[in-house]
């Protein structure tokens, strides 16, 4: 099929491999455009545009698609079908009718749950056991259009989002090829109006640890935060983020470091830290961390 594809970040990057290995035309691909980036600020590429550059693919990024132009630009382009996931503009009805056979987009939950901007963050954090990929025929709403494939995955007891990121990656860009393919046999299915929930942007004021909370609460946060924007806790008037954790057995002050596995107490129950990072230096497992900055028994963060 002649496909136009629309993502931006890593997230999208196997999906556009896929299509491509797949043997669809991708007759061009819509991405964000540069921003400033690392210490420089100097103007970076999104993944998906480096790699659509890496595969010889015409890349176009522009800053809005809410004019004539844009539309009418997008509308020559002629093709059977628009692929979206993880494009981050709003698509106006006139480009989601362009295509002979709309626009799909690949979102990362199982709809109605978990409509909108993070949806594997959101998952975690609410102690979701399972979630997926759906393929949407988009409409105007926000993820409202009906589904038509979905496919089910189980979220671990250890599972962060990053972890939990990848896996709905591959399993998009595998679906989708399964959705172009049986285009035309696939039967709609309406969302329901009950249960719907919607997965809010991470705020990074919630990324600090209260470490009050149940052990449970704070596991599920710091999975959820991890690898961005990271959970943290303080010690001695450093920062450190958190990046992997499990539920442990233990009581204690909130806050305190019971034993030298790094388990810390919480306001009910306890978790162990399984990764952490410093400022300024990078991602350690727990025995490697405290070699270079020990939290010994007692300590309380």
């Known amino acids: ?9 890593d997230f999208s990057v196997p999906v556009l491999d896929a299509l491509v290995q797949a043997g669809h035309d991708i007759a ?16 970076t590429p999104t993944p998906v545009h480096q790699r ?3 595969l010889g693919l015409p890349v176009r990024h522009p800053s809005s698609l809410k004019g004539a132009e844009a539309q009418a630009d997008f509308a020559a382009l002629n093709a059977d079908v628009a692929v979206v996931v993880a494009y981050g503009l709003i698509l106006p009805q006139a480009v989601l009718d362009a295509p002979k056979h709309g626009c799909l987009n690949i979102h990362a939950s199982l709809l109605p749950r978990w409509r909108g901007a993070a949806p594997i963050h959101r998952a975690i954090m609410a102690g979701d056991t399972e979630t997926g990929i759906c393929i ?20 671990g007891p250890q599972d962060t989002t990053g972890q939990l990121h990848d896996r ?6 595998r679906l989708i090829v399964q959705a172009l393919d049986r285009l035309g046999d696939l039967t709609p299915e309406q969302q329901p109006a009950e249960d719907v929930t919607y997965a809010t942007k991470i705020d990074k004021a919630e990324a600090a640890v209260d470490w009050t909370r149940p052990a449970t609460k704070v596991d599920r946060q710091i999975r ?8 943290w806790t303080q010690y ?8 992997a954790s499990r539920l442990a057995d ?22 162990q830290l399984l990764r952490l990072q410093r400022a300024g230096r990078g991602a350690q497992d727990a025995s490697e961390f405290m070699r270079g900055m020990p939290l010994p028994k007692g300590t309380v963060l």
């Open 136 to 155: 949407m025929q988009m409409e105007a709403g926000l993820d409202t259009g009906p589904v038509l494939l979905r496919e089910v995955t189980p979220i």
């Open 52 to 54: 659509a550059t890496e």
């Open 168 to 173: 709905l990656s591959r399993m998009g860009a």
């Open 1 to 9: 099929m002649r496909v136009v594809f629309m993502g931006t970040p």
């Open 236 to 243: 001695d008037g450093q920062r450190i983020k958190l990046l």
């Open 250 to 271: 233990g009581e204690g002050a909130p806050g305190t470091v019971l034993d030298d596995a790094l388990t810390v107490a919480c306001g009910t129950g306890a978790v």
């Open 224 to 231: 959820a935060l991890s690898p961005f924007p990271g959970a």
């Open 28 to 43: 061009a691909v819509y991405c964000q455009p540069p921003r400033p980036a690392g210490r420089g600020k100097k103007e």
